[in-house]
């Protein structure tokens, strides 16, 4: 059987365990593989986990329907963190072509 998922933060994450320490309360314990991270050894890839507050915590269940907002939601807070980016290097530019000009005053 399939493990399952859930979204938190943008990043899909694995359900590792569910705690149910009373009748009120549940945790997840999660994890995901960090490839950011690889060992020296180029083969080991180590693994982060956090346990969310299943009442607290924000977090979505992995589903087909899910899955393809979270792509839509990604794919378009890139567009945004992109153009965002450009506006900042094109302020920085003229913030240097202003300085030039001031410096030649």
Known sequence: MAKKKVWIEEELWD??????PTKFDTYLLVSKENEKLIHEDS????VDM???DANNDE????SEEVD???EKVIKARKT?????????EK???QWLEDIKVAEKM
């Open 50 to 52: 956090i346990l969310i």
């Open 68 to 70: 393809n907002l979270m």
């Open 15 to 20: 359900v590792e365990r569910v705690f149910h």
């Open 91 to 93: 302020l920085n530019d």
């Open 43 to 46: 083969k080991t890839v180590p």
């Open 80 to 88: 945004c963190n992109d153009v965002i980016s450009s506006v900042d």
């Open 59 to 62: 977090f979505l269940f992995s």
